[in-house]
């Protein structure tokens, strides 16, 4: 093996552990209280992973961010590429996607409390607000700039429309479609914590917010830790599976645009 | 046998909007019959409306003014009985290439085994058997235009229309597929509208060539190409008439240019709008 084809092979897990290595020192260099060093935060992980409580409160976060997630393909998807087909549509719902965008989905924890309790319903559907709009603006995207031949060549061979949004649209603006679903995961998590920070009751979110409350400030860090481990497997996974289901795809021009939030 | 109209054409004109709120006029008053069995090629220059007049006769686009009617009944919208080649192909991507030329038939009902054994006999005439599980990224532009041509003969619609079907092939391939693109013609007595540039090909397969002008795109004259059949093209190549047509065409699609460049503002009226009635 050359040396570049080990870099390459270790590149992800060396980067972890010059942060790690920086993050030691910085901490014992600077000595603060609020900052414990790597060492001792890695320390509790086993405290956490071990624990039974944290372990179903972390599995509680994913069930509703996957619910979160799961509702807003349902919606989302569809509704995106109906409006990238059909102008009219999108020249009516595209003022309030530009609107609905950069408002940070987690500033409407209250308000939907208010109408949805504390509970999962409310998590669940801050989620599904986070993730929808990637979604929706990816899939509509994908499906404008999709070759009207495409269709035609399907219309032409009898099939109707409903079923060429499903089997001609969907497949076509599949690559888009993915991007979409990539930024979303991540909008995802975002969200899944946030909305643990502000409507406290079980989940990811609250045990970091807990130990937080308490100054356990290693117990802090072994969860920003777990959540970012956690972010980094998911996505791994993810685009695992988006190769799978979109190799055949052409390679985009303009792929540098994909994937911005 | 008197033949009926397949498809009548009448005072078909086509404007798009354009930047600035202005109207773009890309076809007007063509006015044409084809008979059921007829081959009918359409040559002219670049950007004078010979796709978009195909989109209208597959019912992809609508006219602007005029009318179609494709046996007797006008032109709604697309359907299985006209098959259209697209100049880009527009093969599904997600699908291999076994799977684009099953796709038509999948979607008539025809079963899995039926219709993966009639599509791998349009692969291999079109060459392409060896590629069956490909995917179109994978294919050479000629091999993704062979698909495209295997895909919509493969539901076998009354009417082909081909929009520069041989456009991107080689010259021998572009010879074996006309020989093909004949014997199957021949046989089924398929309606064909076919877009070319070559002027030989277009001799060689039609009954009639319609020469079209550009800004508005008209009809400048239609050509009845009265050469017996079965055309065998070794024969043609050395037959007199065969050359004359070619050399008279040539001339036309001469003048054509010339005009366009000496009149750069539309002319109001066409020249020579030869209306061809039905026989
Ligand atoms: N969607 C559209 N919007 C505006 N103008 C269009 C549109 N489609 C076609 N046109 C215009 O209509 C005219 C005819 O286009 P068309 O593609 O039918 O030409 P063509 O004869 O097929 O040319 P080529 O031989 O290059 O394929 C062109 O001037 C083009 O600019
Ligand atoms: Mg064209």
């Not at chain 1, 994913?62 to 509702?71: D, E, S, V, Y």
């Not at chain 2, 078909?12 to 059921?36: T, W």
Request: aromatic share 6%; with cysteine.
């Amino acid at each position: 093996m050359s040396a570049q084809a080990i870099l390459q092979r270790l590149g992800a897990p060396l980067t972890v552990l010059v942060l790690l290595t920086l993050w030691e020192l910085a901490a014992r260099a600077l000595a603060l209280d609020g900052f414990p060093t790597a060492t001792e935060s890695l320390a509790q992980l086993p405290a956490i992973l071990f624990d039974g409580q944290s372990l179903q409160s972390i599995g509680a976060s994913l069930a509703r961010m996957f619910a979160g997630i799961g509702l807003a393909l349902l919606v989302a998807v569809p509704a995106g590429l109906a409006m990238g087909r059909n102008p009219t549509l999108a020249r009516m719902l595209n003022p309030l996607l530009s609107a609905a965008y950069p408002v940070p989905k987690a500033a409407l924890m209250p308000m939907v409390m208010l109408w949805f309790g504390v509970g999962d319903l409310s998590k669940i559907l801050v989620i599904f607000l986070g993730v929808s709009l990637p979604l929706l603006y990816h899939s509509y995207h994908g499906a404008a700039r999709l070759d009207d031949k495409l269709l035609w060549s399907a219309a032409a061979m009898g099939m109707r429309a409903p079923a060429r949004l499903l089997r001609i649209t969907l497949p076509g603006a599949l690559p888009e479609v993915l991007l979409g679903c990539r930024v979303g995961l991540a909008m995802a998590l975002i969200v899944m914590i946030s909305s643990e920070m502000i409507a406290r009751q079980s989940g990811a979110g609250d045990l970091l917010f807990n130990a937080l409350d308490m100054a356990l400030y290693p117990d802090v860090y072994a969860m920003i830790v777990i959540l970012a481990a956690l972010g980094f497997a998911l996505d791994w996974a993810f685009e695992h599976l988006r190769l799978r289901l979109v190799h055949w795809a052409e390679p985009r021009q303009d792929a540098a645009s994909g994937g911005n939030s | 046998m008197e033949k009926r109209a397949m498809i009548e054409i009448q005072r078909l004109g086509k404007s798009f909007r354009i930047a600035g709120g202005k109207r773009h006029v890309a076809l007007e008053g063509i006015d044409l019959n084809i008979r059921e069995g007829e081959f009918v090629s359409i040559l002219g220059p670049s950007g004078c409306g010979k796709s978009t007049l195909l989109y209208m006769l597959g019912g992809f686009v609508p006219p602007s003014s005029g009318s179609i009617q494709v046996q007797g009944r006008p032109v709604t919208g697309p359907g299985p009985d006209r098959g259209p080649v697209f100049q880009e192909f527009a093969l599904f991507p997600w699908k291999t290439v076994l799977g684009n030329v099953m796709y038509g038939l999948r979607q008539q009902g025809v079963g899995k085994r039926e219709a993966r054994e009639r599509a791998m006999a349009l692969l291999h005439k079109v060459n392409l058997a060896s590629y069956a599980d490909f995917y179109p990224k994978e294919l050479s532009g000629g091999m993704r235009q062979r698909v495209a041509i295997a895909r919509t003969l493969a539901y076998d619609p009354a009417t082909l229309l081909m929009d520069e079907p041989f456009g991107a092939l080689d010259a021998h391939t572009r010879t074996v597929l006309q020989n093909e693109l004949l014997q199957i013609w021949e046989r089924d007595r398929k309606t064909v509208m076919f877009v070319t540039h070559g002027v030989d090909e277009a001799v060689f397969l039609s009954d009639r060539v319609v020469v079209m002008t550009r800004s508005p795109g008209r009809i400048r004259t239609v050509v009845d190409i009265d050469l017996p059949r079965p055309r065998v093209r070794a024969e043609l190549l050395v037959d007199r008439r065969y050359q004359e047509y070619v050399v008279e065409l040539e001339r036309l699609i001469e003048d054509v240019h010339h005009e366009r460049d000496a009149e750069p503002a539309p002319a109001p009226v066409a020249k020579t709008t030869l209306k061809v009635a039905t026989r």
